[in-house]
C-alpha cells in the first residue's frame, strides 16, 4: 500500500483497503458516520443535543502522569469540541496536587473528584481474611491469568460490575464514558457519541470482543442461568452472542438429543443408532446377526464410550466466553440502574465474596 501526500493518491494493493475507505455497514448496523464530519457545522446544527453525560476515570493518585497522558489525548481529540465533564474516583481522598494538574490538563471542562465508600471498595472483612479468598487469588495467579493474584485489581473488576454506577457523582449523569489511565486516542472524534447513541437508540458501545479465559470466571454462567430462571428474565437476541446452544438436534429420542452435543457429531450418532435398531430387528426376528458386522461394531462402539458431559451446560446452553472489553465502554446508565441488574449484581457479588449475610438467601444451581 502506497501514500502520497493527499489521500486522492493512495493506491490500493493486495486488495486491501484502509477502513476509512471501507463500507462497514451490515443489514442490522452501521457506523454512525463513516468519514470525519464538519464539527462545526456538527455542533451548530438545530437538531443537536448534547447529552448529561460525563467521563469516568478510577484512579489512584500516583497514576497522576498516566492520567494527564489520558485527558490531553481525549482532550485533543474529541472534548476541545465537546466540552464534556469529568469524573474521577478513588478509593483514596484525591491529593490537591493530583487535582490542581488534573483541573489544568482539562483545559476548562467542569471537574469533580469523589472518594469511593469502603463497603463498594473493600470485600467484606469476613472474606478478604480467610483461606478461601486468598487461595482463589493465588490459584488465578498460578494459572497465570493476568492481574489474577493482583488483590487490587479484583477489588477494581468487583466495583466496575456492580456499585459503580450506584456513585453519587456518576448517579447526576444519564451517560458515561469510561476512561481509563495511560491510554492515547489516534483519531479525531469528529461527532457526539452520546448525541449519536441516543438518536440511533444505543444504549452500550464497547471497543473489542474476546474470549474470556474461563477461570477467571468459573461459576458466572451457573449463577447466571439460575438468575434468569428463578427471576424469569425475558431473553432477547443478544444472549444468543454469549451462549453455545446445545439444543441443536429435534428428536423425540431423549437419547439422541443428549449425545449430539454439536452438528459434526450428528451423521455418526445417526447412523449408529440406525444400524444398532436393524441389528437388533435380526435378533427379535430369529434372523441371524452373525453377518451384520456393521451393526455388532456400532453396538460394541456404543457400549464401551461414554457420553461427553459439558460441565457448565445448563438447560442445554453454555457460556461461549466471549466478552466485552469495558474499559473503553460508552452506556446509558439505566444499562445498569434498573431493577433487574440491580437484583442480579446484588446476588453475584454475595456469591463473588463467598458467603451471605444474615437473612439473605443465594440462588440454586439448576
Excluded at 3 to 19: K, Y
Excluded at 22 to 40: I, K, S, Y
Excluded at 338 to 348: A, L, M
Aim: a negative charge; proline letters at 4%.
Amino acid at each position: 500500500m502506497i501514500f502520497g501526500s493527499e489521500p486522492e493518491f493512495l493506491e490500493v494493493t493486495d486488495n486491501f483497503l484502509p477502513f476509512s475507505k471501507m463500507d462497514l455497514a451490515t443489514e442490522r448496523d452501521r457506523p454512525f458516520h463513516p468519514n470525519c464530519v464538519n464539527t462545526q457545522n456538527y455542533l451548530l446544527n438545530s437538531s443537536y443535543t448534547k447529552q448529561n453525560a460525563s467521563f469516568v476515570m478510577l484512579t489512584r493518585n500516583e497514576e497522576l502522569k498516566d492520567v494527564i497522558k489520558t485527558i490531553h489525548s481525549i482532550e485533543e481529540h474529541f472534548n476541545q469540541w465537546f466540552h464534556y465533564p469529568y469524573v474521577f474516583l478513588n478509593d483514596q481522598p484525591f491529593e490537591e496536587h493530583f487535582k490542581a494538574k488534573v483541573l489544568d490538563a482539562a483545559m476548562g471542562a467542569h471537574v469533580e473528584f469523589g472518594t469511593i465508600d469502603e463497603i463498594s471498595w473493600n470485600f467484606p472483612s469476613n472474606v478478604k481474611d480467610s483461606f478461601e479468598f486468598h487461595n482463589a487469588i493465588e490459584n488465578q495467579g498460578d494459572r497465570s491469568v493476568l492481574y489474577g493474584s493482583m488483590e487490587s485489581y479484583h477489588k477494581m473488576c468487583r466495583f466496575y460490575s456492580g456499585l459503580f454506577y450506584k456513585h453519587p457523582l456518576v448517579q447526576k449523569f444519564e451517560w458515561y464514558w469510561r476512561l481509563e489511565p495511560d491510554v492515547e486516542f489516534f483519531c479525531d472524534i469528529t461527532y457526539d457519541p452520546f448525541w449519536e447513541m441516543f438518536q440511533n437508540d444505543k444504549k452500550y458501545g464497547f471497543t473489542i470482543m474476546i474470549p474470556e479465559l474461563y477461570w477467571t470466571v468459573p461459576n458466572l454462567f451457573r449463577y447466571t442461568k439460575s438468575f434468569i430462571r428463578q427471576e424469569g428474565v425475558k431473553l432477547r437476541s443478544l444472549w444468543k452472542l454469549f451462549t453455545k446452544d446445545y439444543d441443536i438436534f429435534e428428536s423425540d429420542d431423549a437419547d439422541l438429543r443428549n449425545w449430539i452435543n454439536s452438528g459434526v457429531d450428528a451423521r455418526a450418532k445417526v447412523s449408529e443408532k440406525i444400524a444398532i435398531e436393524q441389528l437388533l430387528k435380526k435378533g427379535a426376528e430369529s434372523r441371524s446377526i452373525n453377518d451384520d458386522k456393521e451393526g455388532i461394531m456400532n453396538l460394541i462402539k456404543k457400549a464401551r464410550s461414554k457420553k461427553h458431559i459439558v460441565e457448565d451446560k445448563f438447560f442445554n446452553e453454555e457460556y461461549n466466553l466471549c466478552h466485552f472489553w469495558s474499559n473503553f465502554e460508552i452506556a446509558q446508565l439505566s444499562v445498569f440502574d434498573n431493577d433487574i441488574y440491580n437484583s442480579f449484581s446484588n446476588i453475584w457479588r454475595k456469591v463473588a465474596d463467598f458467603g451471605k449475610r444474615d437473612g439473605e438467601t443465594l440462588p440454586s444451581t439448576p
